[in-house]
């Protein structure tokens, strides 16, 4: 089980914190990652971590400002949101444990972020 939070109403060019908590999954070695579904469009992915090495990867457009990270002794994954723009704006899942073709199988509930100009 997932359990996302941090969101919230945020200015242009402010920051945030997402939290994802886990239970119920072998955290320490399980892959994750954030996604987003920004009104009107699909979810796509944002970051995503490894669980073997922590090895991370992000999408152009949060590079240089979005970061991914984890804790394994709190079961918790974190995604730490710099100058934020308005096009940010979206509802963020945390997800786990993909499958052999990078399907996510474990899904948080969302958390609403959004960024006023």
């Known amino acids: 089980q997932l359990q996302a939070s941090g969101g919230g109403l945020v200015q242009a060019g402010g920051s945030l914190r997402l939290s994802c908590a886990a239970s119920g999954v072998t955290f320490s070695s399980a892959d994750m990652g954030w996604f987003r579904q920004a009104p009107g469009k699909e979810r796509d992915s944002v970051a995503t971590?490894?669980?073997?090495?922590?090895?991370?990867y992000y999408r152009d457009f949060v590079k240089g400002r979005f970061t991914i990270s984890r804790d394994n002794a709190k079961n918790t994954m974190y995604l730490q949101m710099n100058s934020l723009k308005p096009e940010d704006t979206a509802v963020y899942y945390c997800?786990?444990?993909?499958?052999?073709?990078?399907?996510?199988?474990?899904w948080g509930q969302g958390t609403l972020v959004t960024v006023s100009s």
């Open positions: 997800a786990a444990d993909p499958d052999s073709l990078g399907r996510f199988r474990s």
């Open positions: 971590i490894t669980g073997s090495n922590s090895r991370t």
